[in-house]
């Protein structure tokens, strides 16, 4: 795809500089696309209850555990692979508590149960979805609830429209059509999958419009390689979203086995 390559790290937008260019863009400490419309949308429904149990799995600079805490939807702990990352939501939403931590390890470094988890575009990032998904069941109270807003591959043509990238090759955006199996297998039910490609064509194309206005302020504080990085990044994704080769998905499930 001829995108430049970033200056410190091959998978830049997640490591904790990158994630500082996006919070600089997006305004506050989110990693994902649509920001506070994207928690809206994701925790739909949900009243405030301050004794609710909830993990964030994969929660970068805690910004939407923070979001979540402070509307009263429960106490939020967060688990973020990335040591400097949890170290910087450590730092600046002190209220949420951060483990550093791989989520396919997840049972085995938090302590739950826990009534609500979920994950904003995290669970792309992993190797083993299935392990996550697993290790997220383990920890789950009886009846508790998943929700995922994460990257899709709903036709499966990510891989061959990625293979030359850097930076997107390792990427593996859930498959709608497989989701209800896959987390049958893990322990969930009563699968429900939204597609989000409209959403998602829209959260980018502003994106890409907030990466150009902000360009000089990027530039002055990150550099100008990090600029043109981040610009040709998101400008790629956008495309990828359009062809329909990259999309989103809004996923809910419950603890449990369907009947039958």
């Known amino acids: 795809m001829g995108r430049p390559q970033p200056p410190d790290a091959p998978t830049a937008m997640n490591n904790a500089t990158g994630k500082r260019v ?74 949420v508590t951060i483990v550093q931590g791989d989520l396919q390890r997840a049972s085995r470094i938090v302590d739950g149960p826990f009534d609500l988890m979920y994950a904003m575009t995290a669970v792309y990032a992993v190797p083993d979805q299935d392990a996550v998904f697993r290790e997220l069941a383990l920890l789950a109270a009886a009846g508790a609830e998943l929700r995922l807003l994460e990257y899709a591959d709903p036709h499966g043509h990510f891989a061959a429209a990625t293979g030359d990238s850097a930076t997107l090759a390792w990427w593996r955006p859930l498959v709608p059509l497989r989701l209800p199996e896959t987390l049958a297998a893990a322990g969930w039910s009563s699968v429900c999958v939204r597609d989000l490609h409209p959403e998602f064509i829209a959260w980018y194309t502003q994106l890409c419009a907030r990466i150009h206005d902000k360009r000089d302020r990027i530039r002055r504080e990150f550099g100008d390689d990090w600029y043109a990085f981040v610009a040709a990044e998101y400008a790629g994704i956008l495309e990828l979203v359009r062809e329909r080769a990259l999309g989103g998905v809004l996923v809910r499930a419950k603890r449990g086995r369907d009947s039958g």
């Open 22 to 95: 996006l919070a600089l863009v997006r305004g506050d400490d989110y990693a994902h696309p649509g920001e506070e419309e994207a928690n809206g949308l994701l925790f739909a429904g949900l009243v405030p209850d301050r004794r609710r149990r909830v993990l964030d799995a994969g929660c970068g600079g805690a910004g939407t555990a923070a979001w979540a805490r402070q509307r009263g939807l429960g106490a939020v702990t967060g688990i973020e692979i990335d040591p400097a990352t949890a170290e910087l939501g450590r730092r600046r939403h002190p209220d």
